[in-house]
T-cell receptor
Framework: AQSVAQPEDQVNVAEGNPLTVKCTYS??????LFWYVQYPNRGLQFLLKYITGDNLVKGSYGFEAEFNKSQTSFHLKKPSALVSDSALYFCAVRDRGGANNLFFGTGTRLTVIP | GAVVSQHPSWVICKSGTSVKIECRSLDFQATTMFWYRQFPKQSLMLMAT?????????EQGVEKDKFLINHASLTLSTLTVTSAHPEDSSFYIC??????????FGQGTRLTVV
């Protein structure tokens, strides 16, 4: 069974400081991993994905994530947070050989404090 | 990426009435669309996979007679909430996948049943 865990419901960070939003996953095989961001009353926007290759993936708006197979993690990071980064972030996983749909974590609300 | 449009963005209806939500893929022919439901402060839960020209595939626990899905063309899928009740109030989001692995989402529809 596939599952995604985002251990933190809420992350607060000061503007200009680095941010990390944590994600761990469980799949039967090798995963496809994704990060999405959601602003209030809006759909999800794609940030980045890990498919294969370099474990460090760079995405939109200066975000990046590191795939760590041994720790089954895919934490989202940004070197310097902006107030406009405040939103709800979802990690998602899809099994390469499994169903066609994505499984989402419960989401982490990021608040960047001016 | 693919552009996905949902309509309406929000709707309020009386208990017992039916509501139709449209999901359009504006620049991509989508043989498959996905419908999700999101409760406040919770993650997205896949409701069903909409297949063009055939019956939708529903997730376990989702009532197919209550949530009618029609995918009559490669650019349009509709979700009809029949005989809506207050417990159906939620945020409904559709998505498509554009060949590559990430999904693209509509802006969502907030349904409130009074």
């Amino acid at each position: 069974a596939q599952s995604v865990a985002q251990p933190e419901d809420q992350v607060n960070v000061a503007e200009g400081n680095p941010l990390t939003v944590k994600c761990t996953y469980s799949v039967s095989g090798n995963p496809y991993l994704f990060w999405y961001v959601q602003y209030p009353n809006r759909g999800l926007q794609f940030l980045l994905k890990y498919i294969t290759g370099d474990n460090l993936v760079k995405g939109s708006y200066g975000f990046e994530a590191e795939f760590n197979k041994s720790q089954t993690s895919f934490h989202l990071k940004k070197p310097s947070a902006l107030v406009s980064d405040s939103a709800l972030y979802f990690c998602a996983v899809r099994d390469r050989g499994g169903a066609n749909n994505l499984f989402f974590g419960t989401g982490t609300r990021l608040t960047v404090i001016p | 990426g693919a552009v996905v449009s949902q309509h309406p963005s929000w709707v309020i209806c009386k208990s017992g009435t039916s509501v139709k939500i449209e999901c359009r893929s504006l620049d991509f022919q989508a043989t498959t669309m996905f419908w999700y439901r999101q409760f406040p402060k919770q993650s997205l839960m896949l409701m069903a996979t909409s297949n063009e020209g055939s019956k939708a595939t529903y997730e376990q626990g989702v009532e197919k007679d209550k949530f009618l899905i029609n995918h009559a063309s490669l650019t349009l899928s509709t979700l009809t909430v029949t005989s809506a009740h207050p417990e159906d109030s939620s945020f409904y989001i559709c998505s498509v996948r554009e060949g590559t692995l990430e999904a693209f989402f509509g802006q969502g529809t907030r349904l409130t049943v009074v």
